[in-house]
C-alpha cells in the first residue's frame, strides 16, 4: 500500500514528526508524550535554537542573521566537501599533471556551477516535503523505482566507498603508515563520527574534519603557479589539451564524475530533512549550497595547480597513484607541500566515507520504511547504522587486497557515476515539477532550462564516452 503524501505546504516532520519550529514547548502535552521519539525531541532542539536565533536578530540585525546561518549551514557545505573526495582530487590531479594550467581550471568551475543547478533543487524538495529523495521516488513512482534508485545507489556508492579508503592508504602511504594500520584507523573515525546519536553532533565534526580540504591551497602556493597563465586560462579556456582524444575525454567525463554525482542528490536532501529545515529556511540553504561551491571548486583548481609542475617538467603522471603524487611532487613543492597534499587526499578520502556511507544508509532507511536518522539511537536504528558501518567496513576490507589498480578503479568509479546521472536527474525534475508535491515551490521556466541543460550535456558525455569505448579507433584511444 503506497504511503500517504504531504500536503504541499504542510508543517514539517509530518507523519511521524508532530513538531515544528514554533512548537518546542508543546511538544511535552500529554497527547503528544506516547508519539515523540528521540528523533522528534532533537530535531524539536534544533528548531528551537533557530526560532531563538531569528527573533535575536530582529533584535540586534547586526549579528542575528550570521547565527541563523550558523545554524542552518551544514549540507551543502558538507556535499561538496564530500565530493572532493579522494578519486575526485586525484582526477583533478590528473588534469593538472597531464596538461598544466589551461583548459581545466574554467572547465572543473563550470562543472561546479552545474553541481549547484543540481543540489539546489534537492534543498527545495527537502525542505518542502520533508522527505528523502529515496523516499519521494519510492512514493511518486512506486516500489520498483523506489528499490531501483535504492539499488543502484548503494551499488555505486559502494565502489566509490572502495577508493575512499584507497585514498586513505595512499596518502598516509607518503608517510610509512602501513596500510591496515591506515584503513582501520580510517574506519575507528568513520565510525566515532557516525555513532553520536545526534545529527548536529554529527554535522559538526564531519564540518570540521572537511575543513582541511584546504591543504590543496598551500600546496597549490608553494607550488608557485603562473598567475598570469591562470587568468589567461579562465578567461579563454587555453591552451586546450592536445594528444590522444581518447584520453582527453576520459579525464573530461572523470572530472564532471567528480563533481556532478547522484549520491549528492540523495545526501543533501535527507540531510535536509534530518536537520528539520523549513521553506522559510530555502534562502539560507541556496547560501549553504553556494558556499559549498565556492569552497570546493577553490580546493579543486588548488589540486590542479599544485601538480601542474609535473606537466610543465614532461613527467609521465599517466600511471600515478595518490602516494606517487605526492612524492613526484617533493622536488618541485618541497617536503611540506608534498605531506599537505599527501594529508589532503587522506581527509578528502575519510569525509567522502563518511558522507557516502551515510548517504547509502539514507535511502536503505528510507525506501524500506526503517528508522533513518542521525538523530536516532544506535538501537532504535541499528538497520540504518548496520549499512552505514557494514558499507564502510567492507570497502576498508576490500582496500588492503594487495596491488590495488588505484588510478584505473579511481577515472573507472567517476565515469560510472556521470553515467548514472542523467536517470536520476530525470527523476529530480520530475519531482521538482511535480506541483502536488512541491506547491508554490514547483521549478520555474528557468530552473528547468538549466535542469535540463545539465541532463543533455551528462547524456551527450556518456554517449561520447560509450563510442569511444566501443570504436576507440575513431578518437584515437
Avoid at 528539520?276 to 565556492?294: C, E, H, K, S, Y
Amino acid at each position: 500500500m503506497d504511503r500517504p503524501k504531504p500536503e504541499p505546504n504542510a508543517a514539517p516532520f509530518i507523519h511521524a514528526h508532530p513538531t515544528t519550529e514554533s512548537a518546542a514547548a508543546s511538544s511535552t502535552a500529554p497527547e503528544l508524550a506516547g508519539l515523540l521519539t528521540h528523533e522528534d525531541v532533537d530535531r524539536a532542539l534544533d528548531r528551537w535554537q533557530v526560532s531563538q536565533a531569528r527573533r535575536e536578530g530582529r533584535r540586534s540585525k547586526r549579528f542575528g542573521g550570521l547565527r541563523v546561518l550558523w545554524l542552518l549551514i551544514g549540507p551543502g557545505v558538507l556535499v561538496f566537501l564530500g565530493e572532493n573526495d579522494a578519486p575526485s582530487m586525484l582526477s583533478y590531479s590528473a588534469d593538472g599533471a597531464r596538461y598544466g594550467i589551461g583548459f581545466f581550471i574554467p572547465f572543473v568551475i563550470l562543472t561546479f556551477v552545474m553541481g549547484f543547478i543540481v543540489q539546489e533543487m534537492t534543498v527545495r524538495l527537502g525542505a518542502v516535503t520533508h522527505r528523502g529523495h529515496a523516499e519521494l521516488i519510492f512514493d511518486r513512482f512506486g516500489k520498483f523505482w523506489g528499490f531501483f534508485a535504492m539499488g543502484d545507489l548503494v551499488f555505486g556508492n559502494f565502489l566509490t566507498l572502495v577508493t575512499e579508503f584507497i585514498g586513505v592508504r595512499a596518502g598516509l602511504g607518503f608517510f610509512g603508515i602501513p596500510p591496515v594500520v591506515a584503513v582501520v584507523g580510517a574506519l575507528v573515525i568513520v565510525a566515532g563520527a557516525i555513532t553520536t546519536g545526534r545529527y548536529w553532533t554529527w554535522e559538526r565534526i564531519t564540518l570540521a574534519l572537511a575543513i582541511f580540504n584546504g591543504l590543496f591551497i598551500p600546496a597549490a602556493i608553494l607550488a608557485r603557479p603562473n598567475w598570469h597563465s591562470v587568468g589567461h586560462a579562465l578567461l579563454t579556456w587555453m591552451p586546450l589539451p592536445s594528444g590522444s582524444h581518447y584520453e582527453i575525454l576520459l579525464l573530461i567525463l572523470a572530472t564532471i564524475g567528480a563533481t556532478v554525482t547522484p549520491w549528492m542528490l540523495f545526501f543533501q536532501q535527507s540531510a535536509v530533512v534530518d536537520k528539520g529545515m523549513q521553506p522559510r529556511d530555502i534562502n539560507a540553504g541556496r547560501f549553504d549550497t553556494i558556499l559549498g561551491v565556492v569552497l570546493a571548486s577553490v580546493c579543486a583548481i588548488a589540486a590542479i595547480l599544485a601538480t601542474a609542475p609535473l606537466f610543465h617538467h614532461g613527467i609521465d603522471a599517466s600511471n600515478f597513484q595518490g602516494a606517487q603524487f605526492a612524492e613526484a611532487l617533493e622536488p618541485w613543492i618541497g617536503h611540506t607541500g608534498a605531506a599537505l597534499f599527501a594529508l589532503g587526499i587522506f581527509e578528502a578520502g575519510i569525509v567522502a566515507a563518511i558522507a557516502i556511507s551515510t548517504s547509502s544508509a539514507y535511502a536503505f532507511g528510507e525506501v524500506l520504511q526503517t528508522g533513518h536518522s542521525l538523530n536516532r539511537p544506535l538501537r532504535d536504528a541499528w538497520p540504518f547504522y548496520l549499512v552505514l558501518l557494514g558499507s564502510a567496513a567492507a570497502a576498508a576490507a576490500l582496500v588492503l587486497i594487495p596491488r590495488f589498480p588505484l588510478e584505473f578503479v579511481v577515472l573507472t568509479v567517476n565515469v560510472i557515476a556521470v553515467l548514472a546521472m542523467p536517470p536520476a536527474l530525470a527523476f529530480l525534475l520530475l519531482l521538482v515539477n511535480d506541483r502536488e508535491v512541491m506547491g508554490e515551490y514547483v521549478n520555474g521556466t528557468w530552473a528547468n532550462v538549466a535542469g535540463v541543460t545539465v541532463t543533455v550535456l551528462l547524456i551527450c558525455a556518456g554517449i561520447g564516452f560509450g563510442l569511444a569505448t566501443v570504436f576507440p579507433k575513431l578518437l584515437g584511444g
